[in-house]
Structure formats: structure tokens, C-alpha cells
């Protein structure tokens, strides 16, 4: 029988990973005002 639980190392990837998709999502009304493609995160000092 195959467990289904996730382990704590795991469980933090998903978390991280998540918090990445929020972040970058959070990027894309920046990158739409300013009409850029791309959008790093030291070019935030001076975009916003």
C-alpha cells in the first residue's frame, strides 16, 4: 500500500513554490504599466 502523505521537505518545496507564483503574479500589473516583456527583481526599485 502506497502512502499518500507528504514529508516536511516536501511540504516547504510547495509552500516556496506557491509563494513564488503569488510574487510573480503580483509582477505582471507592473510589467503591463510600464510595457515591459520582462520583469526582474532589482529593476523594482525603479519601476514602481
Do not use: F, Q
Request: aromatic share 6%; with cysteine.
Amino acid at each position: 500500500m502506497h502512502s499518500t502523505s507528504v514529508g516536511a521537505g516536501e511540504e516547504n518545496c510547495i509552500k516556496v513554490a506557491n509563494e513564488a507564483i503569488t510574487i510573480l503574479s503580483n509582477w505582471d500589473p507592473t510589467k503591463l504599466r510600464k510595457k515591459k516583456k520582462r520583469l526582474y527583481p532589482n529593476m523594482l526599485k525603479w519601476l514602481i
